[in-house]
C-alpha cells in the first residue's frame, strides 16, 4: 500500500523557520522524482519545489527561492522541504507527491498534507 505521509507542519511567526517531512512507503522511492505543493484557502495547488531521484536536479517556485530548500534520502525513503524566513503568504497546507521518473504528466501520488500557518 502506497503511503505518503507529511510531519513538520505547525504555527510559526513570520521570520521564522520550519522543516516538513514526508516519509514514503509502499514504492520504490528512489524510481521517483518528489515534489512539495500547497494549497492555500480560495487559491489553486501550487509547485512549491521539487527534486528528481537523485538529488542532482531540483526546482523551485519563484515565490520561495533562496528561502526553501528540497532535499531527499533515498537510504529513509524521506523527502524534506527546510523553509525559513517564513511569510504570512506562505500559509497553506503542504503536501508531498511522487511521480515515476521518466514519466510526464502529473503525480502519481499524494500525501494528505500538513498545515502550516505563519502569523504576521
Known amino acids: 500500500q502506497v503511503q505518503l505521509v507529511e510531519s513538520g507542519g505547525g504555527l510559526v511567526q513570520a521570520g521564522g523557520s520550519l522543516r516538513l517531512s514526508c516519509a514514503a512507503s509502499?514504492?520504490?522511492?528512489?524510481?521517483?522524482?518528489m515534489g512539495w505543493f500547497r494549497q492555500a484557502p480560495g487559491k489553486e495547488r501550487e509547485l512549491v519545489a521539487a527534486?528528481?531521484?537523485?538529488?542532482?536536479?531540483?526546482v523551485y517556485a519563484d515565490s520561495v527561492k533562496g528561502r526553501f530548500t528540497i532535499s531527499r534520502d533515498n537510504a529513509k525513503n524521506t523527502v524534506y522541504l527546510q523553509m525559513n524566513s517564513l511569510k504570512p503568504e506562505d500559509t497553506a497546507v503542504y503536501y508531498c507527491?511522487?511521480?515515476?521518473?521518466?514519466?510526464?504528466?502529473?503525480?502519481?501520488?499524494w500525501g494528505q498534507g500538513t498545515q502550516v500557518t505563519v502569523s504576521s
Open positions: 509502499g514504492f520504490t522511492f528512489s524510481n521517483y522524482a
Open positions: 507527491a511522487a511521480k515515476v521518473t521518466g514519466r510526464h504528466g502529473g503525480y502519481d501520488y
Open positions: 527534486i528528481n531521484w537523485s538529488s542532482d536536479s531540483t
